[in-house]
């Protein structure tokens, strides 16, 4: 039976589904060739939903639907953190398919749709949901990444993320279903107490466990489930890279922790170890292979996979400070990526996508401002104070430290300065060198004002870091 | 008296401030940005002088304490105060500042405003790592301050700047982050980041010797101590002559800082156990680099390995307490090698800073560094060769210049620990007056070489001016180190009572 209480729990996501329904309608008859309608609208709806999100801030944890749907304090946190930035997104790509004459609302209908996958993903209590809403965000992806019919790298990105994507999400549903086989039941409370109950199972378990963690590594891209990242990164027109690299990264931080710690936390030991594995993995390769890129789109893929590395160190601490880590990291780092992408796109013009090394050279002499935001990206990338960036690795070396991995912590400092490497060449190639065009950059007022604003947040949140970080610990820690 | 002002803040703010507010102005008002630049640093400078003269030399204690909570969720807290190690190298810096911003006075013409601007920011930053008093504030300065410095040898440096200045980041980012892993293992036995607490911890042999260990990569590097001190010499050459300046003065004793604030308190047993380690290295550091000195052909890179050399012997300084304790077992002698060394460190701040800038007011006339390319420059340049005469003696360790002070004072006091480290330390008085005073006679001495030479121009007022500055203080500090050793003497005296004590649980 479906109660009222159901309905108002839900109510953001009901909100979600029907402003991007009617934004889909209101795009197929607008006549505009800029689609102004249509983005203005999807920005209102984001902007309506996150209002609706924290205005139903629950006092307690509340389930629904016969506990398979929850609202606590994390799921809040992130679908408002979620919702603010595909705003920024949205607001970055819309400048850029207005530069190269690429407008389509279906990026802004689809990237609605991927929204409200990711929130119920956040919020999912019950194995199926999780995968209902990774569904939803993952098809959205795809049809994303191939909207550029004409191009070639766009519909072979497609093709690998679409073929990749889908068997990732198979493995995960074989995992779910002999996780099913084994406890009965789908709903994660119930699964978590039945696991402990079904120790003499212990084999069938972790075999569901492992299908579980490739669903997920390959969601966030950790080592070896990564392939993938590299190439949809370069391949895909800037815009759905930048949305790519953001808010997913959030939902697939959240599906980890319900899925691993709601609902498989009997099992802290066995994940605990094979986490360990993929994060010193990613690390190694993210940050090794970084170094020899060319191109700025997958010199950033590489770095993406170093930094899931990091984030799964915080799970992997396997205690709630950790899981707050965590979930600090992957904010920290979406707030990032988003900002270095947007730099991307503010350099890029109509027929020229602006993503090698070298378009970069020089930017301090044609734009100092935009320069020293970008100086301020790359060094929060590299994890120097005073940057926000600084706080997210210091957190969660703190908490690795804590739960006894000291020498985990030594290798993960050990890649972070190899990581270094790259972000600082960066800086060089725009303080150091001749730029090779002195061409003037165009942006709009709106793009030039968020960006610099997302690249100041790192420093200003950077020197006061205690609001957020107290965010995520009341979050996750009960 | 009025409400206490918080002095720290003000050294570390205003600059930082000041830094922002000339970046603000830009390039478009060049005679504004140089006397904000220098307003800014000068009362920074003054700020710093009431530290001494409000400072109470009777006790150990940390002064001019602030505390206000940063990060509650974690107990990080903003937490300032100084004591007999800081204020000297506080004002150094400060010192230093004025210096650096009037030596760039004419001599950059490409973004001026930025080049001032990171030397103030970097000025409030490394104010922040001498005064902090929580390990993470500490860290978070002590990183922050390499993004200036990265990027002033980067944009203003020589032509191999970006493989130098990538090396210096890369160099002291290595050694840093170990540091960073050290406190958090701290934290999670003390539960608290405050050095001061961090000091009372009692820790086990095993990880007291890890921590040493992880001190040591950051601390060593910056000093920088033999084997890892090649980044120094790529940075010094290719680095603006501003960014020699602080490089020496400051940089570097930043490394002889954290020993005595860090290692030696917190992990004491530790430092016992690496004695002769420490004392070795020192020792290699001054002898072997003095005769790396003695070839080089480069003036930067001579004075770059002098530096190295010297800075063995502050380390030399505060290592050999043990040694003399163990063979004598009276605390004084002990006590004279720290105060030794750190004279050493404020002494060679002026010495090596003003050896650079000397070098820099040739290399702005003739733009070469190399020896061979000078000669005879007193005959054009006479007065500017009385001033370096009087560094290049300072830098030997002539008697009556600060450099005899420090140098003597651990020299003695390593005799009592015993003879050859004392006969190997007292090397440097010859091998560093053999490749200064070789240096200055090749340079300065002589006919006149080539056309450059006979061209060149005596230093104008301005550059008499820092450079009498820094005679002043050369001299002062030689002639009358009193008051600095009343400063720092109660606090070096608690912190050797402090470090024979040990905290093995």
């Known amino acids: 039976m479906i109660l009222q209480s159901d309905i108002v729990l839900l109510l953001p996501e009901i909100t979600l589904l029907s402003l991007a329904c009617a934004v889909l309608i209101i795009d197929t008859f607008s006549r505009d060739p800029l689609r102004n309608v249509t983005y203005l609208l999807g920005q209102l709806s984001l902007l309506i939903t996150a209002i609706l999100v924290i205005y139903l801030y629950p006092d307690e944890t509340t389930y629904a639907f016969g506990n398979s749907f929850v609202s606590d304090s994390m799921s809040t946190v992130l679908k408002a953190v979620i919702c603010v930035i595909t705003f920024v997104v949205f607001l970055y790509s819309h400048d850029y398919l207005k530069k190269h004459e690429w407008m389509k609302g279906e990026y802004f209908v ?369 | 008296m009025p409400a206490e002002l918080p002095l720290l803040s003000l050294l570390i703010w205003a600059p930082i401030l000041g830094g922002i507010w000339v970046l603000y102005a830009g390039d478009r008002q060049e005679m504004t940005v140089k006397y904000l630049a220098l307003g800014v640093s000068l009362i920074t400078f003054l700020l710093s002088t009431l530290l001494y003269t409000r400072f109470d030399t009777s006790t150990y204690e940390m002064q001019f304490v602030e505390f206000t909570p940063w990060i509650e969720a974690f107990g990080i807290n903003y937490h300032l105060g100084v004591d007999g190690i800081s204020v000297p190298l506080i004002i150094l810096t400060t010192f230093t500042t004025m210096l650096v911003v009037l030596a760039g006075w004419e001599v950059i013409e490409n973004r001026l405003s930025q080049y001032m601007a990171a030397f103030l920011i970097m000025e409030g930053l490394m104010n922040g790592v001498f005064a902090a008093l929580d390990a993470i504030l500490f860290y978070f300065f002590w990183e922050a301050m390499l993004i200036p410095m990265f990027l002033i040898i980067g944009i203003w440096g020589g032509p191999r700047r970006v493989y130098a200045t990538i090396k210096f980041f890369l160099y002291t980012f290595l050694g840093s982050v170990f540091m960073l892993v050290a406190f958090l293992y701290l934290y999670s036995e003390a539960n608290s980041f405050n050095i001061l607490e961090l000091h009372e911890l009692q820790i086990g042999l095993t990880a007291q010797k890890l921590i040493f260990i992880a001190f040591l990569l950051a601390f060593a590097v910056k000093v920088p101590m033999w084997p890892v001190h090649t980044w120094l010499p790529d940075a010094h050459v290719e680095a603006p002559t501003g960014g020699s300046v602080i490089l020496a003065a400051i940089l570097l004793k930043m490394g002889g800082y954290g020993f005595l604030r860090f290692s030696l308190p917190i992990a004491p047993d530790a430092s016992l156990a690496f004695d002769d380690f420490m004392i070795a290295l020192s020792l290699i550091a001054i002898v072997y680099i003095g005769f790396v000195a003695l070839v080089q052909q480069d003036m930067k890179k001579l004075i770059a390995y002098s530096s190295i050399s010297h800075m063995g012997f502050a380390t030399l300084g505060f290592f050999i307490g043990y040694s003399i304790y163990a063979v004598t077992g009276a605390t004084g002698g002990a006590v004279m090698g720290l105060e030794g060394g750190m004279m050493q460190m404020i002494s060679h701040g002026f010495i090596s800073g003003a050896l650079f800038l000397c070098v820099g007011v040739m290399y702005d006339r003739v733009h070469s560094r190399e020896i061979k390319d000078y000669g005879g420059v007193v005959n054009t340049m006479p007065v500017f060769a009385a001033f370096m005469m009087l560094f290049a003696m300072a830098n030997s360790g002539l008697p009556g210049t600060s450099g005899f002070v420090g140098e003597f004072l651990v020299i003695l006091s390593s005799y009592q620990a015993s003879f050859w480290i004392a006969f190997m330390a007292a090397t440097i008085l010859v091998l560093g007056s053999a490749y200064t005073l070789w240096m200055y006679k090749r340079v300065i001495f002589g006919d006149i070489a080539n056309e450059n030479v006979a061209e060149l121009q005596d230093i104008d007022s301005r550059e008499t001016l820092i450079l009498a500055l820094l005679v002043i203080a050369v001299l002062l500090f030689g002639l009358w180190p009193a008051p600095m050793f009343e400063i720092m003497h109660p606090t070096m005296e608690h912190l050797f009572e402090h470090i024979t004590q040990s905290k093995v649980i």
């Open chain 1, 110 to 478: 689809l990237g609605l749709f991927a929204v409200l996958g990711m929130m119920v993903m956040v919020s999912a209590y019950s194995l199926l949901i999780v995968y209902l809403g990774l569904e939803l965000l993952s098809l959205s992806l795809y049809a994303m990444v191939a909207m550029h019919r004409e191009s070639q790298s766009a519909s072979e990105a497609a093709m690998k993320y679409f073929v990749l994507g889908s068997m990732a999400s198979g493995m995960l549903l074989y995992g779910i279903s002999i996780l099913y086989g084994v406890t009965g039941s789908l709903e994660l409370d119930a699964l978590a107490i039945q696991i402990s109950e079904h120790s003499e199972h212990g084999i069938l378990l972790v075999f569901g466990l492992v299908f579980v963690i490739v669903g997920i590594a390959f969601k966030l891209g950790a080592v070896p489930f990564h392939m993938w990242i590299p190439d949809v990164y370069q391949g895909a027109p800037t815009s759905v890279t930048l949305f790519i690299s953001s808010a997913p990264k959030i939902a697939a931080f959240a599906m980890a922790i319900r899925l691993l710690v709601n609902g498989m936390h009997p099992l802290l030991g066995d994940w605990q170890e094979i986490l360990i594995i993929l994060s010193v993995l990613s690390m190694a390769t993210g940050n090794i292979i970084a170094i020899s890129q060319s191109n700025i789109k997958r010199m950033l893929a590489y770095s993406t996979i170093a930094h899931i590395g990091f984030l799964l160190l915080g799970l992997l601490s396997g205690s709630q400070e950790g899981f707050a880590a965590a979930m600090f990291y992957v904010i920290t780092y979406a707030l990032m990526s988003t900002g270095a992408f947007g730099i991307v796109i503010l350099l890029s013009r109509r027929g020229f996508e602006s993503d090698n090394l070298d378009d970069i050279k020089g930017l301090a002499e044609r734009n100092p401002w935009f320069a020293f935001i970008m100086l301020i990206l790359m060094f929060s990338l590299t994890g120097a104070p005073p940057f926000l960036g600084f706080w997210a690795k210091w957190f969660v070396l703190k908490e690795v430290v804590a739960s006894g991995y000291v020498w985990l912590a030594a290798v993960a400092v050990l890649f972070a300065i190899i990581g270094a490497y790259y972000y600082i060449r960066i800086v060089k190639l725009m303080y150091f060198d001749k730029p090779e065009t002195m061409t003037a950059i165009k942006a709009s007022q709106q793009m030039r004002f968020a960006l610099s604003i997302n690249g100041l947040a790192l420093l200003i949140i950077g020197l006061m870091p205690g609001l957020l970080m107290s965010l995520c610990i009341t979050a996750l820690v009960q």
